[in-house]
């Protein structure tokens, strides 16, 4: 008796979803969503990926339904059918180019800005004070660049448009301005 009312209770869902109940889509949503934002969360992801990625795998969800693109086959079907939609949707993300691009970006943001839990105060204000002496030594081309990426947090696909020229370029132009100024920072201690 409690597998067939389960699988009612399933039935009864895609019902609901097909009638566009609003109250039984608010509760089904809000219920499947922590575990499609922990699964984002622990690979890689941001509660802000687990939103967008989360809110498209359910309107796919709710256009198969609609379109009798899926029929439950066990009491929690259509709760596997939501997580494996968002799964992959995340799996596509993390596969793509833009994604890689966009974290090592940030990785590298953060290694540029960082400060390091084990220094002292003083020390960190030192280091900040060195970095920002050699960074007034570096050419302009070199400060605008770096300025714009790190402190306007500006991508470098939006810093290639804007200077019209080949994203690439703008990466090995960002790497040797990177070099330099680490090279008048090790200079200056010396």
Same mark, same amino acid.
């Given at each position: 008796?409690?597998?067939?009312?389960?699988?009612? @209770?399933?039935? !009864?869902?895609i019902? /609901?979803?097909?009638?566009?109940?609003? =109250?039984?889509?608010?509760?089904?949503? #809000? *219920?499947?969503?922590?575990k499609?934002?922990?699964? =984002?969360? +622990?690979?890689?992801? *941001? !509660?802000? @990926?687990?939103?967008?990625?989360?809110?498209?795998?359910? =309107?796919?969800?709710?256009?198969?339904?609609?379109?009798?693109?899926?029929?439950?086959?066990?009491? *929690? /079907?259509l709760? %596997?059918?939501?997580?494996?939609?968002?799964?992959?949707?995340?799996?596509?993300?993390?596969?793509s180019?833009?994604?890689?691009?966009?974290?090592?970006?940030?990785?590298?943001? #953060?290694?540029?800005?960082?400060?390091d839990?084990?220094?002292?105060?003083? #020390?960190?204000?030192?280091?900040?004070?060195?970095?920002? #002496? /050699?960074?007034?030594?570096? %050419?302009?081309?070199?400060?605008?660049?770096?300025?714009?990426?790190?402190?306007? +947090?500006k991508?470098?696909?939006?810093?290639?448009? @804007?200077?019209?020229?080949?994203?690439?370029?703008?990466?090995?132009?960002?790497?040797?301005?990177?070099?330099?100024?680490?090279? =008048?920072?090790? /200079?200056?201690? *010396?």
């Amino acid at each position: 008796m409690g597998e067939a009312y389960k699988i009612n @209770h399933q039935l !009864q869902l895609i019902t /609901a979803i097909k009638d566009n109940n609003s =109250i039984a889509l608010k509760e089904f949503y #809000t *219920s499947n969503y922590p575990k499609v934002e922990a699964l =984002i969360l +622990k690979n890689s992801g *941001s !509660q802000e @990926h687990a939103k967008d990625v989360y809110q498209e795998a359910f =309107i796919s969800m709710w256009n198969n339904v609609r379109n009798e693109l899926f029929t439950p086959q066990n009491d *929690s /079907a259509l709760q %596997g059918y939501l997580y494996q939609i968002a799964k992959n949707k995340w799996m596509d993300v993390l596969r793509s180019k833009r994604f890689k691009t966009t974290q090592s970006l940030t990785e590298e943001r #953060t290694l540029f800005l960082k400060q390091d839990d084990t220094i002292e105060e003083d #020390t960190y204000d030192e280091k900040l004070n060195i970095t920002m #002496t /050699a960074f007034k030594d570096l %050419g302009q081309p070199c400060k605008d660049l770096l300025k714009t990426f790190y402190f306007e +947090k500006k991508s470098l696909r939006e810093i290639a448009l @804007h200077l019209n020229i080949e994203e690439t370029s703008v990466r090995n132009k960002k790497y040797r301005c990177m070099e330099k100024l680490r090279a =008048i920072v090790l /200079a200056s201690k *010396s």
